[in-house]
């Protein structure tokens, strides 16, 4: 069948040490996913059920590179562990989680916290505050048969040459193959999806000009100038 419109190229992310991609089907991203985080945010960071929230795939942007949004005055960092899957499935078992995933990477969560604010004031969805142009800064993407298992990494954020945000990836309230099993309950997971596993505590405003640097052990920093 032809197309009205020509059919755009999926957004991708490269993948270390390749000239090949790693293409880019849906953003998951965990809310609240470290005690301390839920904590800050003036929540109770005791085991309630993960609750997810999504962008666009074009939200991701690898040019280290992020103008400053529109419509906001208070754009926050939140540095999180991306993980890629190869498969997906329906009601996946937890101990059966950790096949699903081709590779890890850094990535950015940016969020128009006033824009959030206002909509958890009057009940509305987030998703302006959080799907928007170029909110999904990422690094490239390391394979898992490279990498091993990421459990236990230390993940930290700096903003220009300053620690913002510390912590274990071990620290993560649902594990990993945990998220991953309870997010099929709720839909069929593809190959290609991206999930987003949770920030640290230490999230905060950032400016024109600033310099962010975001670590997992293991993986390509992330570097991001916001122009």
């Not at 074009?58 to 906001?72: E, F, I, L, N």
């Not at 040459?161 to 997010?183: K, N």
Request: with cysteine; hydrophobic share 45%.
């Amino acid at each position: 069948m032809d197309h009205v419109l020509a059919p755009w190229t999926p957004t991708s992310v490269p993948i270390h040490g390749s000239d090949q991609s790693f293409p880019i089907r849906r953003i998951f991203c965990v809310g609240r996913n470290y005690a301390a985080h839920a904590r800050e945010m003036g929540h109770d960071p005791d085991r309630e059920a993960p609750f997810f929230f999504m962008k666009p795939a074009d939200a991701v942007r690898t040019d280290g590179q992020m103008s400053y949004p529109v419509a906001t005055a208070d754009l926050h960092h939140e540095i999180e562990l991306v993980v890629g899957l190869a498969a997906g499935g329906t009601n996946i078992a937890v101990e059966d989680a950790n096949d699903l995933i081709w590779g890890y990477a850094v990535g950015l969560d940016m969020t128009r916290r006033d824009l959030q604010a206002e909509a958890k004031k009057q009940g509305r969805p987030w998703c302006m505050a959080k799907g928007f142009d170029n909110s999904a800064p990422m690094a490239a993407m390391h394979p898992k048969s490279a990498t091993g298992v990421i459990d236990s990494a230390d993940i930290w954020l700096k903003v220009n040459g300053e620690i913002r945000q510390q912590s274990t990836v071990a620290a993560l309230i649902w594990s990993i193959p945990e998220t991953i099993a309870y997010l099929s309950e709720l839909v069929e997971l593809k190959a290609g999806d991206l999930i987003f596993t949770g920030t640290p505590e230490g999230v905060a405003a950032v400016a024109r000009g600033d310099k962010l640097e975001g670590h997992v052990d293991g993986l390509t920093d992330l570097n991001v100038t916001l122009v």
